[in-house]
């Protein structure tokens, strides 16, 4: 079984500034995907960032970039130049490769952005 | 970018009634949907997997009998509350696996009161 961990559930940053929000993972699968969710007061569900384990190269996606640590089993998330709608709730989620397979989230965390 | 809708966004309803919230993918063939719940500031707990043209797949402690999921066709799955009571109050949110993209999208969720 996959487990995710986001042990900060709440951080605060300052506009402008850069943020990392930390998760950690732990399963025995070769091949598998990972996530950064974001969730906004709306609540929906909005994808930030996606990794493929078998890729070394850290996805990037504009002010959002990822510090992937396989051997680790780590995967943060880094918010450059953070901008008051960046406040939301963030999840960390991991999916095996596989037809039928599943997202496992975190708890969140709770990011914040101070004017 | 891909697009899942939900329906209805809100409903209110009498205890002992029954709720129906259809899910759609809007620009992707789904074969593969999830239906999720989520209580205020927790992650989303993962109720059951539909695909497809077969039965759906229920979590752990997820009663099938109570929330009823058809996917009949590959951009609509549905999900009935069944004799709703309070207890079933909770925000609802579907989602669907685009297996080409490797991605999963979610819709902007369901809140469900039951009065």
């Known amino acids: 079984a996959q487990t995710v961990t986001q042990s900060q559930p709440e951080m605060s940053v300052q506009e402008a500034e850069t943020v990392t929000l930390s998760c950690t993972y732990d399963t025995s699968e070769n091949n598998y995907y990972l996530f950064w969710y974001k969730q906004p007061p709306s609540r929906q569900m909005i994808l930030v960032i996606r990794q493929e384990a078998y890729k070394q190269q850290n996805a990037t996606e504009n002010r959002f970039s990822v510090n992937f640590q396989k051997a680790a089993k780590s995967f943060s998330l880094k918010i450059s130049d953070s901008q008051l709608g960046d406040t939301a709730m963030y999840f960390c989620?991991?999916?095996?490769?596989?037809?039928?397979?599943?997202?496992?989230f975190g708890k969140g965390i709770t990011l914040s952005v101070r004017p | 970018g891909a697009v899942v809708s939900q329906h209805p966004s809100r409903v209110i309803c009498k205890s002992g009634t029954s709720v129906k919230i259809e899910c759609r993918s809007l620009?992707?063939?789904?074969?593969?949907m999830f239906w999720y719940r989520q209580f205020p500031k927790q992650s989303l707990m993962l109720m059951a997997t539909?695909?497809?043209?077969?039965?759906?797949?229920?979590e752990q402690g997820v009663e099938k009998d109570k929330f009823l999921i058809n996917h009949a066709s590959l951009t609509l799955s549905t999900l009935t509350v069944t004799s709703a009571h309070p207890e079933d109050s909770s925000f609802y949110i579907c989602?669907?696996?685009?297996?080409?993209?490797?991605?999963?999208?979610f819709g902007p969720g369901t809140r469900l009161t039951v009065l």
């Open positions: 539909s695909n497809e043209g077969s039965k759906a797949t229920y």
């Open positions: 620009d992707f063939q789904a074969t593969t």
């Open positions: 989602s669907a696996r685009d297996r080409l993209a490797g991605k999963q999208f």
């Open positions: 989620a991991f999916m095996p490769d596989g037809a039928n397979s599943k997202l496992t």
